[in-house]
């Protein structure tokens, strides 16, 4: 950061003076405001007093809302709040109100009743002369109080706005284990000669291993990546997940690729030897790498990819110089050194980050683009032992959108981005995982049949669930 100008340092935040704060302690300058019991416009019986509600939010000479005057004072003190708040010209008292944090004594605690009800024998109210029915009623109120037995301190609580609240720790975006393991469909759509499939999606043993392991180092990748808002999320598992075969591999494993053996590893399948040294270089790996096997796998990938069938003469490791370092740090991207290293669990979603960084994929998903449903037909995959078995054509929905198909684009064939008519690799597949990680992380309205944003979750789809524990016998 700019200290001086002209000059540019660091700040120490290990530093004891330096005050760590996180989402969770809802800092003041983020709009949160503690209100402390007594200090807040509520009385003992609940109701708000306006005059000291807008001085609290700086709003103290505003003018108050002419009222009925027949209407009794609780009435017009509740007309007048809502008045006030309702105003098309308060929308920044709203706002202030949400960020709110108000102290109060709890409704379940029998010490509290007597302030909160007194009211209700004045003048005009519910109980007024009936002392032997108020009684009866408070003494009926305290049997719902059970504060007592909760073990609980004081029997204060602190309010917050509901969806404030909601709103501010979903920005999180840390995905547990149950979160993550709700991104996998269920059951996808493949293309595959022509043809269309529908096939069920297996949580294996293998999925569930790179699902334990890998998930931290993702969160990790999420965050320094800047890859924490729905749309962005869902850009990323969207491709993430049909890459890795629904997270069942993280090495492409094709010796017949022309590219081979720099074919995908990763989250993201990085590919090609330019890809692997860029992400080294960016690991600060770049003086490990000497110029002359840059140069020749350079070369090398350049006359392959025009003569595509003498890759295995041009592009294979030895012919290269490739050095031991960079062949451990290539298999540490598909997690598969032997033994294992601590690079392992972190190469594979750090690299996935990288190349969605350097293909900037970001810009892409941001861009406000509807998202479209499409109709399809698609059969099972033929069974090989039986296959006079029917096997007629369903219908399946799948929703397309063009600021996810120009992020897919970027990272698997950047000449389509842009070009809806240019075709790539799986991406009706890629539509279907999108559409799943979009509605766990986010909150869209998919279309339905009618073009009507209606559905909370995509057509035809359901959500993976945590299958029941047994109960122990």
């Keep these: 950061m700019t200290f001086e100008p002209g000059k540019q340092g660091y700040i120490d935040l290990s530093n004891d003076a330096i ?24 009385n003992s019986d609940g109701l708000c007093d306006i005059e000291q509600l807008k001085t609290m939010l700086g709003d103290a000479n505003a003018s108050s809302t ?10 017009a003190k509740n007309k007048r709040v809502s008045a006030y708040l309702n105003d098309p010209d308060r929308r920044h008292v709203r706002e202030q109100l949400r960020g709110f944090v108000c102290e109060a004594p709890t409704e379940w605690d029998t010490s509290n009743v007597e302030a909160r009800y007194r009211k209700l024998l004045e003048p005009g109210e519910h109980f007024e002369g009936k002392k032997p029915a108020y009684d009866k ?65 297996i949580a294996t043993d293998t999925v569930r291993k790179i699902s334990q392991k890998h998930r931290p180092h993702l969160n990790i990748a999420l965050r320094k990546h800047c890859i924490t808002t729905p749309v962005r999320m869902a850009a990323f598992f969207g ?16 010796p017949n690729a022309w590219y081979w053996p720099w074919d995908g590893r990763g989250f993201l399948q990085l ?24 140069d020749s796998l350079s070369n090398a990938h350049g006359k392959v990819n025009k003569q595509r069938s003498e890759a295995k003469k041009y592009l294979n490791d030895v012919a290269n110089g490739v050095t031991p370092e960079m062949l451990l740090w290539r298999d540490q991207l598909a997690d598969k050194t032997v033994p294992p290293t601590p690079e392992d669990p972190i190469s594979p979603a750090d690299s996935a980050g990288f190349y969605w960084s350097k293909m900037q994929m970001g810009r892409y998903a941001d861009q406000a683009k509807p998202l479209e449903r499409r109709v399809v037909h698609a059969i099972r995959p033929p069974d090989k032992k039986n296959p006079n078995l029917p096997n007629p ?31 790539f690799n799986g991406y009706i597949a890629r539509c279907v995982a999108h559409a799943q990680v979009l509605a766990v992380v986010g909150e869209p309205f998919f279309p339905d049949a009618a073009g009507a944003h209606t559905l909370h979750f995509p057509e035809g789809r359901t959500l993976r669930r945590e299958k029941p524990k047994k109960a122990k016998s």
């Design 66 to 75: 002419s009222l009925d005057e027949s209407l009794d004072e609780l009435a």
């Design 271 to 294: 590919t090609h030897p330019g890809n692997y040294i860029s992400y080294w270089d960016y690991r600060a790996r770049n003086s490990q790498i000497p110029q002359k096997v840059r």
């Design 19 to 42: 005050v760590k704060l996180s989402d969770a302690d809802f800092p003041s300058f983020t709009h949160w405001r503690t209100i402390s019991e007594g200090a807040g416009p509520f």
């Design 239 to 254: 491709n993430s997940l049909q890459e890795t075969t629904w997270l069942s591999t993280l090495h492409e494993n094709n």
């Design 137 to 201: 009623f408070i003494d009926f109120a305290k049997r719902f109080c059970i504060w007592g037995k909760t073990g609980l301190p004081d029997g204060k609580l602190r309010f917050f706005h509901p969806l404030q609240f909601i709103r501010h720790f979903r920005r999180c975006g840390w995905l547990s284990a149950n979160e993550f393991d709700q991104l996998l469909p269920t059951e996808v759509l493949r293309e595959n000669d022509g043809k269309l499939l529908y096939e069920p999606v």
């Design 393 to 423: 054509p369903r219908s399946k929905i799948y929703y397309h959108s063009m600021s996810f198909r120009d992020a897919s684009a970027a990272v698997n064939l950047p000449a389509a981005v842009g070009n809806p008519e240019r075709y």
